[in-house]
């Protein structure tokens, strides 16, 4: 990341998002990310993921909502099939050679893919609300980047696919939680060991989708939600947003304690005119 001297981390430049397929738009509250490599159905690297983690910490403190969407008519295609190659991508490392030729260990392995994981956990923070804009397909890495939002809005031709498997692979990217949170073990291991697509119906039914919508309404749809996100207390909704996120973890006492102690800090904070 590039750190200004005793300044605050400095952003990504256009070159570093540009080399990572990204694209990013901040307007006040709201930081727009979009895959942006359309010739490539928005196929993402590692790159794309570590300069997603350094947009995450590098956002202005008043940003409140991230929507992220694809380029194009697709969300994303996954991994770029070419970090599986062992000339890897773009000059980015291949996956494989470093295991393949015996110059890297799993051990390696690892910390590497701790490394772009850091792109799709910061996603989850109280602070930020995280949106997916999501037309066309999210396949592997992509419907991972979607599970880790909080709201999935779906264009009604949308297609979910957890292909990791189907490639001798396992999802990585810190989206099995997420999903079986959402559908269950069960459901889960149908979608993710066939590897099928899910359609943005199905995919609504499942609760994988806040919303399904015609494709022409997504961008005005997605606007709307924003727009009443924002119109929510900034210290409440990220209270909120850190109490339901323990909800499933903790018993019905924990929850209820985790409730009056977040409320009695709220209170106290509106008592003191914060
Ligand atoms: N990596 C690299 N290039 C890709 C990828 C990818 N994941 N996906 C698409 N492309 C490229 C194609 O090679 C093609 O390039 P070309 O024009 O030079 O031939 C171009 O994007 C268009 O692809 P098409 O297949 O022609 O597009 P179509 O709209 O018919 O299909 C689809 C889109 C369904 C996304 C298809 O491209 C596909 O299945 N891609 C691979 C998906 C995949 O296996 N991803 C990895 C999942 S595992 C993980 O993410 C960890």
């Not at 570590?50 to 994303?76: K, M, Y």
């Not at 190659?85 to 494989?96: A, F, L, N, Q, T």
């Not at 949170?181 to 899910?198: F, P, Q, S, Y």
């Amino acid at each position: 990341m590039t750190q200004a001297s005793n300044g605050p981390a400095l952003p990504p430049t256009e070159e570093e998002l540009s080399r990572a397929r990204l694209k990013l738009a901040v307007e006040g509250p709201v930081a727009r990310v979009t895959i942006s490599c359309p010739e490539r159905r928005n196929a993402m690297t590692g790159r794309t993921w570590t300069t997603l983690a350094h947009i995450g910490q590098t956002l202005p403190e008043d940003v409140r909502i991230v929507v992220l969407s694809g380029e194009g008519d697709t969300f994303s295609a996954g991994i770029d099939l070419g970090m599986f190659s062992p000339e890897g991508v773009d000059g980015e490392r291949s996956m494989v050679a470093g295991l393949a030729d015996g110059t890297s260990t799993e051990a390696e392995i690892q910390d590497y893919i701790a490394g772009l994981q850091e792109g799709f956990l910061w996603l989850r923070r109280p602070d930020l609300v995280t949106v997916a804009a999501v037309r066309g397909h999210a396949i592997g890495a992509g419907f991972q980047l979607a599970l880790s939002c909080d709201i999935r809005i779906l264009a009604d031709d949308a297609q979910l696919c957890m292909k990791e498997p189907a490639l001798g692979l396992v999802p990585d990217l810190t989206g099995t939680k997420p999903l079986v949170d959402i559908v269950g073990v069960n459901r889960a291991v149908e979608i993710c060991l066939t590897a099928r697509r899910v359609g943005a119906r199905e995919a609504g039914t499942l609760g994988l989708a806040e919303l399904v919508v015609a494709s022409d309404e997504l961008p005005g749809t997605v606007d709307d939600a924003v727009a009443a996100l924002l119109a929510t207390d900034r210290e409440a909704a990220t209270a909120t947003k850190a109490l339901l996120q323990q909800a499933a973890g903790n018993t019905l006492q924990q929850q209820a304690e985790a409730e009056r102690v977040a409320q009695a800090s709220r209170l106290a904070a509106l008592a003191r005119g914060v």
